[in-house]
């Protein structure tokens, strides 16, 4: 019950304390002021829900920078999946996000009239990834043309790879500028606090097991015609959808696991029947038949629902996205923070915890994981508890742990974190950092998003295993919109 995870406490990163956040910006950075042109203005329009949105709220800041464009505040996207009708205003500290980036970004919170009327800026959309270069040759004219332009569908259109500076920015912009309003950092504080008085620890787990997110993957968990029935009906919606492969998706680690999976993994990681688990999750397929299993390994289980008064939610339950903030705030708020996708909320949450301390996040190894729970009953539960830590070696947040796949400035943001003197005399005790992404590199694929797909993916033309997600990414290049909305949060 008191053991540790491969030698180490059960509630805290190896080495941790080594690292810290660093995004100053450096001398050679210029301020706002000195680079802003006169009568340009950049308007963006995000897409998705909350955590999608704040990649574009993070790219936004960026590109005006590239642009040295005013930035005006970015519109939510109130017509997605997620149906909020929040504005920015009503989700983040506004007048904290234009003081706190005015050294960086020259910030408004509305297009000027133009001759006294209302001013259409020019329309326009990016291709996704797009770097420095391209912002400054496919906007850059427009811009002095026109002198306003609006980008839409504003998400994932700002390449992983820039320079150090404009990457510090962007840590600048999600770590520090992107403040929740004060009702949603109160309620969230009370959450936490609630939880703090159960336990001295606890863990929050992301657990993303909703009939559309599993009606959309297409995953089969053996609930027989009926299971099938329910989920094809759902999965219809989507009309675009090709044929699914059940168990081909699982033996890849593309589909979530159970909840009675995730209970089984922290059990075999050492987490004992009096750990205090917080889930963030909207409606659970098969309801508390499902989270049974879960509930019995862990039976001190919470969720904001269950610790909070309907009275007390009022304000925030008619809106996904400030529901979704509040289990934000308790899951970077989490001694160990377990994510069941690597949908934009875990991405965003993991680099979080990493700049702030490299608070442990445990991503499971799915698809090694996957032909274990299937044999799990053939085999005793020690080898069982030992072949789990082994797996899940290099995906348990460490520093200098690799991190596979795509989208990996969000995860982790390595430009952003600073090691100080101390680790440099201890650097006998960090995982050589080669071995471990080799290893990785090898043992996963992760299911994000079908667009979020690192910039340097496609150039390794004789690796096998890349080719074969290449594949599968263009067989599902039709529904990208979709997945962008459901792994939103």
């Given at each position: 019950?008191?053991?540790?995870?491969?030698?180490?406490?059960?509630?805290?990163?190896?080495?941790?304390?080594?690292?810290?956040g660093c995004s100053n910006a450096s001398n050679n950075f210029a301020k706002a002021v000195v680079i802003t042109q006169p009568n340009?203005?950049?308007?963006?329009?995000?897409?998705?829900?909350?955590?999608?949105?704040?990649?574009?709220?993070?790219?936004?800041?960026?590109?005006?920078?590239?642009?040295?464009?005013?930035?005006?505040?970015?519109?939510?996207?109130?017509?997605?999946?997620?149906?909020?009708?929040?504005?920015?205003?009503?989700?983040?500290?506004?007048?904290?996000?234009?003081?706190?980036?005015?050294?960086?970004?020259?910030?408004?919170?509305?297009?000027?009239?133009?001759?006294?009327?209302?001013?259409?800026?020019?329309?326009?959309?990016?291709?996704?990834?797009?770097?420095?270069?391209?912002?400054?040759?496919?906007?850059?004219?427009?811009?002095?043309?026109?002198?306003?332009?609006?980008?839409?569908?504003?998400?994932?259109?700002?390449?992983?790879?820039?320079?150090?500076?404009?990457?510090?920015?962007?840590?600048?912009?999600?770590?520090?500028?992107?403040?929740?309003?004060?009702?949603?950092?109160?309620?969230?504080?009370?959450?936490?606090?609630?939880?703090?008085?159960?336990?001295?620890?606890?863990?929050?787990?992301?657990?993303?097991?909703?009939?559309?997110?599993?009606?959309?993957?297409?995953?089969?968990?053996?609930?027989?015609?009926?299971?099938?029935?329910?989920?094809?009906?759902?999965?219809?919606?989507?009309?675009?959808?090709?044929?699914?492969?059940?168990?081909?998706?699982?033996?890849?680690?593309?589909?979530?696991?159970?909840?009675?999976?995730?209970?089984?993994?922290?059990?075999?990681?050492?987490?004992?029947?009096?750990?205090?688990?917080?889930?963030?999750?909207?409606?659970?397929?098969?309801?508390?038949?499902?989270?049974?299993?879960?509930?019995?390994?862990?039976?001190?289980?919470?969720?904001?629902?269950?610790?909070?008064?309907?009275?007390?939610?009022?304000?925030?339950?008619?809106?996904?996205?400030?529901?979704?903030?509040?289990?934000f705030i308790v899951c970077d708020e989490s001694d160990v923070f377990v994510t069941n996708n690597n949908g934009n909320m875990a991405?965003?949450?993991?680099?979080?915890?990493?700049?702030?301390?490299?608070?442990?996040?445990?991503?499971?190894?799915?698809?090694?994981?996957?032909?274990?729970?299937?044999?799990?009953?053939?085999?005793?539960?020690?080898?069982?508890?030992?072949?789990?830590?082994?797996?899940?070696?290099?995906?348990?947040?460490?520093?200098?742990?690799?991190?596979?796949?795509?989208?990996?400035?969000?995860?982790?943001?390595?430009?952003?974190?600073?090691?100080?003197?101390?680790?440099?005399?201890?650097?006998?005790?960090?995982?050589?950092?080669?071995?471990?992404?080799?290893?990785?590199?090898?043992?996963?694929?992760?299911?994000?998003?079908?667009?979020?797909?690192?910039?340097?993916?496609?150039?390794?033309?004789?690796?096998?295993?890349?080719?074969?997600?290449?594949?599968?990414?263009?067989?599902?290049?039709?529904?990208?919109?979709?997945?962008?909305?459901?792994?939103?949060?």
């Amino acid at each position: 019950n008191n053991g540790g995870v491969f030698g180490r406490d059960l509630w805290s990163s190896k080495n941790g304390e080594f690292y810290y956040g660093c995004s100053n910006a450096s001398n050679n950075f210029a301020k706002a002021v000195v680079i802003t042109q006169p009568n340009r203005y950049l308007a963006i329009a995000t897409s998705g829900g909350l955590n999608q949105q704040r990649t574009g709220i993070i790219d936004s800041v960026v590109a005006a920078r590239i642009l040295n464009a005013t930035l005006v505040v970015p519109t939510l996207d109130k017509k997605s999946f997620w149906k909020d009708v929040s504005n920015f205003s009503e989700i983040f500290d506004i007048d904290w996000f234009i003081s706190y980036l005015a050294k960086d970004v020259e910030i408004i919170k509305e297009l000027p009239r133009r001759r006294g009327q209302i001013w259409n800026p020019n329309r326009m959309r990016v291709p996704r990834k797009c770097n420095e270069r391209c912002y400054i040759s496919r906007l850059g004219p427009v811009l002095m043309k026109k002198h306003a332009v609006k980008l839409t569908k504003f998400d994932y259109r700002l390449s992983n790879k820039l320079d150090t500076d404009l990457q510090k920015l962007r840590c600048r912009v999600n770590y520090h500028a992107l403040k929740f309003t004060d009702p949603i950092l109160e309620m969230g504080r009370k959450l936490v606090q609630r939880m703090r008085m159960r336990s001295q620890h606890y863990i929050a787990i992301h657990l993303r097991f909703e009939p559309d997110m599993l009606a959309f993957s297409g995953c089969y968990y053996g609930g027989g015609d009926k299971e099938r029935k329910e989920l094809s009906k759902i999965r219809r919606r989507w009309k675009t959808l090709h044929n699914s492969n059940p168990d081909k998706g699982r033996r890849q680690g593309r589909c979530p696991l159970t909840p009675e999976e995730v209970g089984l993994l922290l059990r075999a990681l050492g987490y004992d029947t009096l750990t205090h688990i917080y889930v963030a999750s909207g409606e659970v397929y098969g309801g508390e038949e499902t989270l049974a299993p879960l509930k019995a390994l862990f039976p001190n289980f919470y969720s904001k629902d269950t610790i909070a008064s309907k009275e007390e939610l009022e304000l925030f339950s008619a809106f996904s996205s400030r529901m979704a903030a509040l289990d934000f705030i308790v899951c970077d708020e989490s001694d160990v923070f377990v994510t069941n996708n690597n949908g934009n909320m875990a991405k965003i949450l993991a680099g979080r915890r990493r700049y702030f301390g490299h608070k442990p996040t445990i991503r499971p190894n799915a698809k090694k994981l996957y032909s274990l729970f299937m044999n799990r009953d053939n085999m005793a539960w020690d080898e069982f508890a030992s072949r789990v830590r082994r797996y899940q070696k290099g995906f348990m947040g460490e520093p200098k742990e690799g991190w596979p796949g795509r989208g990996v400035f969000h995860e982790n943001p390595d430009s952003c974190i600073c090691e100080d003197s101390e680790a440099k005399t201890k650097m006998n005790l960090v995982p050589n950092r080669r071995d471990v992404e080799d290893q990785n590199t090898n043992d996963d694929i992760d299911w994000s998003d079908p667009e979020d797909e690192d910039d340097d993916i496609t150039s390794q033309q004789g690796n096998s295993l890349y080719d074969e997600m290449r594949l599968d990414y263009e067989r599902t290049s039709s529904e990208e919109a979709v997945m962008d909305e459901l792994l939103s949060d």
